[in-house]
């Protein structure tokens, strides 16, 4: 599985940004979506999981009421819509793919994609 994130960028506080993974290869193998993000210095992050058939969803306490994971498997897509963007929102997003769990832990992930950078000024 190949994974393609955009979508990322520079905004204000308060404002919206919606990341989208395009997925490629053989898909069918893929169990749950996820989103992580690492900002400077420190590790990469838990933020949001959603199965591939939709019936599971998981997100960071941290951006539950902000966040929203989808998917859509016919087009082969993964979104995360992120509204009330603030400061500490601001880091390298990441895709990634787990062939056969439901997990909020990155070392059960297979796949990555190569991130895509959100920066929010205050």
């Known amino acids: 599985v190949q994974l393609q994130a955009s979508g990322g960028g520079l905004v204000q506080a308060g404002d919206s940004l919606r990341l989208s993974c395009a997925a490629s290869?053989?898909?069918?193998?893929?169990?749950?979506i996820g989103w992580f993000r690492q900002a400077p210095g420190k590790e990469r992050e838990f933020v949001a999981a959603?199965?591939?058939?939709?019936?599971?969803?998981s997100y960071a306490d941290s951006v539950k009421g902000r966040f929203t994971i989808s998917r859509d498997p016919v087009k082969k897509m993964g979104f995360l819509q992120m509204n009330n963007l603030q400061p500490e929102d601001t880091a390298v997003y990441f895709c990634?793919?787990?062939?056969?769990?439901?997990?909020?832990?990155?070392?059960?992930?297979?796949?990555w994609g190569q991130g895509t950078l959100v920066t929010v000024s205050s």
């Open positions: 990634s793919v787990d062939e056969g769990s439901f997990s909020r832990y990155a070392t059960d992930y297979d796949y």
């Open positions: 959603i199965t591939w058939g939709g019936s599971r969803q």
């Open positions: 290869g053989v898909t069918y193998i893929i169990y749950t």
